[in-house]
T-cell receptor, first 114, second 113 residues
Framework: AQSVTQLGSHVSVSEGALVLLRCNYSSSVPPYLFWYVQYPNQGLQLLLKYTSAATLVKGINGFEAEFKKSETSFHLTKPSAHMSDAAEYFCAVNFYNQGGKLIFGQGTELSVKP | DAGVIQSPRHEVTEMGQEVTLRCKPISGHDYLFWYRQTMMRGLELLIYFNNNVPIDDSGMPEDRFSAKMPNASFSTLKIQPSEPRDSAVYFC???????????FGDGTRLSIL
């Protein structure tokens, strides 16, 4: 079955440290992949998307993600965390045979310590 | 540019009452999605439309839920009768085509007492 897994429901880093949020999907055909961020009491905002062009995708707020077909992964990184990055992050996958539906991971809450 | 607009932002009502949530998608977007978010179940897709036609409503929890899209610029999600377990944040999202990113509204926080 097609699925999306985010490893770690909660990640805590210090300000200035590397942020790494993990996302794996299960599919034999590379899908379209997205990362969204949700701040408290707000909707989901698109961070970045992979649509079969470059495997390293740059997004907003200094985030980037690398698509690795062999590992079926699309991990999100940021070299240096900022306090304002504290939020919930969702990986989402658009599988080709799902007619435009997004399958969301469970979400990872990122905390940033001063 | 105006994003996806949802109303109301907050709704508090008593059990048994009818609730109507509204959504205006981004102009030119052919796809519209309704989601529900709770702590227990995360983000769930309820139903989605393509060119105003419902494509997949398999996520609608039960017959008390219904959704319509009478035209390209408006959709409603209705719950009748409402129950306390329907309390959640309901999001509407739209996208221009099936492979594109979805754009989310700010959601409606629904509390059923």
């Amino acid at each position: 079955a097609q699925s999306v897994t985010q490893l770690g429901s909660h990640v805590s880093v210090s300000e200035g440290a590397l942020v790494l949020l993990r996302c794996n999907y299960s599919s034999s055909v590379p899908p379209y992949l997205f990362w969204y961020v949700q701040y408290p009491n707000q909707g989901l905002q698109l961070l970045l998307k992979y649509t079969s062009a470059a495997t390293l995708v740059k997004g907003i707020n200094g985030f980037e993600a690398e698509f690795k077909k062999s590992e079926t992964s699309f991990h999100l990184t940021k070299p240096s965390a900022h306090m304002s990055d504290a939020a919930e992050y969702f990986c989402a996958v658009n599988f080709y045979n799902q007619g435009g539906k997004l399958i969301f991971g469970q979400g990872t809450e990122l905390s940033v310590k001063p | 540019d105006a994003g996806v607009i949802q109303s109301p932002r907050h709704e508090v009502t008593e059990m048994g009452q009818e609730v109507t949530l509204r959504c205006k998608p981004i102009s030119g977007h052919d796809y519209l999605f309704w989601y529900r978010q709770t702590m227990m179940r995360g983000l769930e897709l309820l139903i989605y439309f393509n060119n105003n036609v419902p494509i997949d409503d398999s996520g609608m929890p039960e017959d008390r839920f219904s959704a319509k899209m009478p035209n390209a610029s408006f959709s409603t999600l209705k719950i009748q009768p409402s129950e306390p377990r329907d309390s959640a944040v309901y999001f509407c999202a739209s996208s221009p085509h099936r492979e594109a990113a979805q754009h989310f509204g700010d959601g409606t926080r629904l509390s059923i007492l």
